[in-house]
């Protein structure tokens, strides 16, 4: 399964984004999705993730109430709506698949297969 991820660009603090995963080479449907991001010099943190039937969604506490993730298996898709953007929140945004359970959600090595990322920077 390839992850392309897109959406990320320069924003202000308080404005919206929504980032989209594309996938293909296989279907996504039987993966859990997950949201990740990083900063230099940091380790790659854990922002959301969903399970494979959409049903079950968890948070970073950082983003939880501003950020929302959702999924369409139908068109092989995943997307992270991130309302009242913080400086904080710049980073570059992973896309992730794997058949993770509710213990590794958020855990990286759950998530087998990656995206290249997509830059947010949120000025201040």
């Known amino acids: 399964v390839q992850l392309v991820e897109s959406g990320g660009r320069w924003v202000q603090a308080g404005d919206s984004l929504r980032l989209s995963c594309a996938a293909s080479?296989?279907?996504?449907?039987?993966?859990?999705m997950g949201w990740f991001r990083q900063v230099p010099g940091r380790e790659r943190e854990f922002v959301s993730a969903?399970?494979?039937?959409?049903?079950?969604?968890y948070y970073a506490d950082a983003v939880k109430g501003r950020f929302t993730i959702s999924r369409d298996n139908a068109k092989n898709a995943v997307f992270l709506q991130m309302n009242s953007l913080k400086p904080e929140d710049t980073a570059v945004y992973f896309c992730?698949?794997?058949?993770?359970?509710?213990?590794?959600?958020?855990?990286?090595?759950?998530?087998?297969?990656w995206g290249q990322g997509t830059q947010v920077t949120v000025s201040s």
């Open positions: 992730a698949a794997g058949p993770f359970i509710t213990s590794t959600a958020r855990n990286k090595d759950a998530h087998y297969y």
């Open positions: 080479g296989g279907t996504i449907a039987r993966y859990g």
């Open positions: 969903i399970k494979a039937n959409g049903g079950t969604t």
